[in-house]
């Protein structure tokens, strides 16, 4: 059965710092999709990225980076230079293929970022 | 863009009372889920839909049903409550037709507060 480990439970770092979030899956398929979202105060999931299990390209969205190793079987998430509005609710999520859109998540990092 | 509107952002509920989460969403997608979030146990799905009048368990379907009626709407409904049921509960849909390419991503509602006294 698959499962997503978020060991982080809460970051607090100060304003620019850099700062990364750790993401370990455990899954018996070979295709399969990773994600993260980002879950603000007000409640609603953001979609921050989807990888799938052939893709281990690390990509780069502005001061968002994201680090996929299979072989540690891990998907790590870095903000560089971290700013207040990055405070929220971190998620990873693992789909396996043929599991029909369903995503099971970690537990989810807070990070909150201190001015 | 899509929006999956949840209608109730919190509710208090006493113990033994039936409850009903709505959920509509307004890109005709196939695919519906309810999740319920707990503090360390991160989003578990409870139900999801693939259609019009389809409904499966997911991982903790347990003191809970669903209602797919319309396409748009997805309902849950806590047929009892229970105090253990107070919780986060986020209902999210997708395009039943797209997998997980291109621009197909899972959207999420706001989330419904439930506090079960």
């Known amino acids: 059965a698959q499962k997503v480990t978020q060991a982080q439970t809460e970051i607090s770092v100060v304003e620019k710092e850099d700062v990364t979030l750790d993401c370990v899956y455990e899954?018996?398929?070979?295709?399969?999709?990773l994600f993260w979202y980002k879950q603000p105060p007000s409640g609603e999931l953001v979609f921050l990225i989807r990888?799938?299990?052939?893709?281990?390209q690390n990509e780069i969205s502005g001061r968002y980076s994201w680090n996929f190793q299979k072989s540690t079987s891990s998907f790590n998430f870095t903000i560089t230079a971290s700013q207040v509005v990055d405070s929220a609710v971190y998620f990873c999520a693992l789909s396996e293929n043929n599991a029909g859109n369903m995503l099971t998540f970690g537990g989810g990092t807070r990070l909150m970022v201190k001015p | 863009d899509v929006k999956v509107t949840q209608s109730s952002r919190y509710l208090v509920k006493r113990t033994g009372e039936k409850v009903f989460l709505e959920c509509v969403q307004d890109m005709d997608h196939e695919n519906m889920f309810w999740y319920r979030q707990d503090p360390g146990l991160g989003l578990r799905l409870i139900y999801f839909?693939?259609?019009?009048?389809?409904?499966e368990k997911g991982d903790i379907p347990e003191g809970y049903s669903v209602s797919r009626e319309k396409k748009e709407r997805f309902s849950l409904i806590l047929e009892s409550a229970s105090t253990n049921q107070t919780s986060m509960y986020l209902c999210?849909?997708?395009?039943?037709?797209?997998?997980?390419?291109?621009?197909?991503?899972?959207?999420f509602g706001a989330g419904s507060r439930l506090t079960v006294l």
């Open positions: 839909s693939y259609d019009v009048k389809m409904k």
């Open positions: 990888r799938n299990s052939f893709d281990e």
């Open positions: 999210a849909s997708i395009s039943g037709t797209g997998g997980w390419s291109g621009a197909n991503v899972l959207t």
């Open positions: 899954t018996r398929d070979t295709t399969y999709y």
